[in-house]
Antibody, heavy 113, light 107 residues
Framework: EVHLVQSGAEVKRPGSTVKISCKIS????????MHWVQQAPGKGLEWMGQ????????KYGERFQGRVTITADTSTDTAYMELSSLTSEDTAMYYC??????WGQGTLVTVSS | AIQLTQSPSSLSASVGDRVTIPCRAT??????LAWYQQRPGKPPKLLIY???TLENGVPSRFSGSGSGTDFTLTISSLQPEDFATYYC?????????FGGGTKVEIK
């Protein structure tokens, strides 16, 4: 059975950085691109970026370009998403997803002074 | 970036109703479209990809159609567990984009 387990909720100060992890099990890491998706409270879904685990190629969404870094540790089948220069507009649920077929449970990030 | 429009943003329907949810792209995307269902407090769930291919384990009352710029998700007979928000997504061109969502509510 496939599982994507994300790290726990975070509370961050404006201007700081958050790093979320996503550990996969039940499939081989290179099988799917790893995507990250943001969902602000009461709002829709926004694609943040993706990592191709085989080639290492990364693509980022326009709104997050320059602030987001997606990485992976293939030895532990864990992906990471780091978002910097946080503002209150980054308060949201963040999801990792394997090829959009499999999803993590989400990580709530609250940005507040 | 390609924009996806889902209108209406919400609709009311009854159990047993046939429901159609449209999605329109600002430029042609072939068949590179997916549909997701999201219940409150849960991650999205993939229903349909490549415009009309049913994801494993998804009930056959869900179907997708369309190509180019106009797409439709159809629920043939609405069940109680289908009351949720539905999103379309294009994966033809980067950046990948989602529609704004259509919430299906109980009439």
């Amino acid at each position: 059975e496939v599982h994507l387990v994300q790290s726990g909720a975070e509370v961050k100060r404006p201007g700081s950085t958050v790093k979320i992890s996503c550990k996969i099990s039940g499939y081989t890491f290179p099988d799917y691109y790893m995507h990250w998706v943001q969902q602000a409270p009461g709002k829709g879904l926004e694609w943040m970026g993706q990592l191709d685990p085989e080639s290492g190629e990364i693509k980022y969404g326009e709104r997050f370009q320059g602030r987001v870094t997606i990485t992976a540790d293939t030895s532990t089948d864990t992906a990471y998403m780091e978002l910097s220069s946080l503002t209150s507009e980054d308060t949201a649920m963040y999801y990792c997803s394997g090829g959009f077929h499999h999803w993590g449970q989400g990580t709530l990030v609250t940005v507040s002074s | 970036a390609i924009q996806l429009t889902q209108s209406p943003s919400s609709l009311s329907a009854s159990v047993g109703d046939r429901v159609t949810i449209p999605c329109r792209a600002t430029q042609g995307i072939g068949h590179s479209l997916a549909w997701y269902q999201q219940r409150p407090g849960k991650p999205p769930k993939l229903l349909i990809y490549d415009a009309s291919t049913l994801e494993n384990g998804v009930p056959s009352r869900f179907s997708g159609s369309g190509s180019g710029t106009d797409f439709t998700l159809t629920i043939s007979s609405l069940q109680p567990e289908d009351f949720a928000t539905y999103y379309c997504q294009q994966f033809n061109t980067y950046p990948l984009t989602f529609g704004g969502g259509t919430k299906v509510e109980i009439k």
